[in-house]
């Protein structure tokens, strides 16, 4: 039988975290014949939850599940792992200034960064939940000088599903009907759902839908879902990202094929996005890499809506190296 894999998680006491561990626990993140040992990474406000959620995965008596661990010590908690799920991080508080946020997220996503750098395992994979992930994504691997920078991602898969299923949901097809959608840029309100390359049953979206309701209803509701599940739900998305988290960890270990998705990955200068950035792409997953999807036609509509999203990254990107978080 295979080893344990080692998989972190941090913010484990929280909402997205109840739903992560179960899901990984009965080996939906890397495959129902891999054993995995979890260590939960959490600060003094979250440690008892993440206990009890703890106890909660013993009561699972999970057959893959080998051990469980809480910690308030993140190089403990990254020691030897295969997997980090960084999903804590410091949400905007009431006056916050971006600054005061990204200064706060710096003196999380930093230090967790040196600690996967100290200690984790060769292949490391890091997904960066915790917002705003893409920037939080390139501080941690600024500070794992020794981890390539591939191995840090942030995630985009959530707007990506939301993406597929709100096509799906318009043209009243299965969304295993749908290919090649694809999210651009940043997790946040200025991020691009393109359809232009999108297929139903093999025939082009843009044949079937117009493109009003694309400019006008489509692209702001997928980019406004977080919300419009805060208004209806009374909090934030839970279950549904950590279903994204388990999607991305899932098919960068086991491969896409030939399908596409999504994923927030350091760029190679593709696409006009500035090398180094960490931004959503059209991606597949081959050998267990990323891979952007090259060669395709950007028209202008598209253009100007990467651009946009590309430059809220630059400046996210420019204000944590003006506060030394780089
Ligand atoms: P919760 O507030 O329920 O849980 C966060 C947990 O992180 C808390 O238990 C807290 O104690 C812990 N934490 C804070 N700082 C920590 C640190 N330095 N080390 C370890 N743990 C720490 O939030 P939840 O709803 O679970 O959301 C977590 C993050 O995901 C938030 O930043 C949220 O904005 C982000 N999201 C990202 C999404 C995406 O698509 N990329 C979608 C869902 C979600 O909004």
Redesign the pocket.
Known sequence: STSPVTVTI?????????ALLFRIASGQLLGPDVPVRVRL???????S??EGTALELQDGAFPLLHSVDVT?D?NAAFDGANVALL?????RGAGMERADLLEANG??FG??GAAINAGAADDIRVL????P?NTNALIASAHAPDVPAERFT??????HNRAVAQLAAKLDVPVTSIERVIVWGN?SASQYPDLSHATVDGRPATELVDERWLADEYIPRVAKR?AEIIQVRG????A??AS??IDHVHDWVNGTGDRWTSAAIVSDGSYGVPAGLISSFPVRAVDGEWRIVDGLTIDDFSRQRIDASVAELVEERDAVRALGLL
């Open positions: 941090t913010g484990a006491g929280g909402q997205i975290g109840y990474l959490e600060i003094p406000a979250g440690r939850a993440a308030e993140a999903v804590g991080a410091r949400p003196a999380i230090p967790q960066v939940v915790g917002n992930a942030a995630m985009t898969r959530l707007d997790h977080g909090s934030s998305s839970a549904s990202a994204a988290a």
